[in-house]
T-cell receptor
Framework: NAGVTQTPKFQVLKTGQSMTLQCAQD?????MSWYRQDPGMGLRLIHY???????DQGEVPNGYNVSRSTTEDFPLRLLSAAPSQTSVYFC?????????FGNGELFFGEGSRLTVL | TQLLEQSPQFLSIQEGENLTVYCNSS?????LQWYRQEPGEGPVLLVT?????EVKKLKRLTFQFGDARKDSSLHITAAQPGDTGLYLC????????????FGTGTRLTVIP
């Protein structure tokens, strides 16, 4: 049971480079989201999707793009990396809208640690 | 500014001691959750509280949702080294699509 799989686990970029963080889930979940985690700030929502073809912005969307062409995959693209994007990124999914219980329980991946020099 | 503030930010205690972690906001939440996160892993849901004043117990952990649904607390009785981790509260705001807003986190270390 893979659950939510994120790749890569670690990545170092130079300022201005672009890259894509991959997220895949095998639970047939409709809702998927990306968070970034920074010390002392908890997790902040970047983008989310309520189903294939539908995405929307969260709290901190600037500098990131997402797409949802399939139910399983929800990649996060950094268009032109900046040192301020150094963070740990988490992908999460739930069967329904996140409520914390029943079909809305959020499941997280193991995270992707990104360093931008 | 963070929607949810947790205190303390760091807590180091001896095995067997009791502790309380607080999660406060000026916003009202539909529900509030507590997660625990271990190094190198994603957060894992511990509990969800929905009703103002609600108290839930999970073995040695007691969770309470404030009457006004703006704050919550997590109390651990007789802490054990296995309780070590980052504790995160998360408030749910229903604005079309439900979205979770996470607190700043409390890093707990229980010393054997």
């Amino acid at each position: 049971n893979a659950g939510v799989t994120q790749t890569p686990k670690f990545q170092v970029l130079k300022t201005g480079q672009s890259m894509t963080l991959q997220c895949a889930q095998d639970m047939n979940h409709e809702y998927m989201s990306w968070y970034r985690q920074d010390p002392g700030m908890g997790l902040r929502l970047i983008h989310y999707s309520v189903g294939a073809g539908i995405t929307d912005q969260g709290e901190v969307p600037n500098g990131y793009n997402v797409s949802r062409s399939t139910t399983e995959d929800f990649p996060l693209r950094l268009l032109s990396a900046a040192p301020s994007q150094t963070s740990v990124y988490f992908c999460a999914s739930s069967l329904g809208l996140p409520t914390g219980f029943g079909n809305g329980e959020l499941f997280f991946g193991e995270g992707s640690r990104l360093t931008v020099l | 500014t963070q929607l949810l503030e947790q205190s303390p930010q760091f807590l180091s205690i001896q095995e067997g001691e009791n502790l309380t972690v607080y999660c406060n906001s000026s916003s009202v939440f539909s529900s509030l959750q507590w997660y625990r996160q271990e190094p190198g892993e994603g957060p894992v849901l511990l509990v969800t509280v929905v009703t103002g004043g609600e108290v839930k117990k999970l073995k040695r952990l007691t969770f309470q949702f404030g009457d006004a649904r703006k704050d919550s607390s997590l109390h651990i009785t007789a802490a054990q080294p296995g309780d070590t981790g980052l504790y995160l509260c998360a408030g749910l705001i229903q604005t079309g699509a439900n979205n979770l807003f996470f607190g700043t986190g409390t890093r707990l270390t229980v010393i054997p």
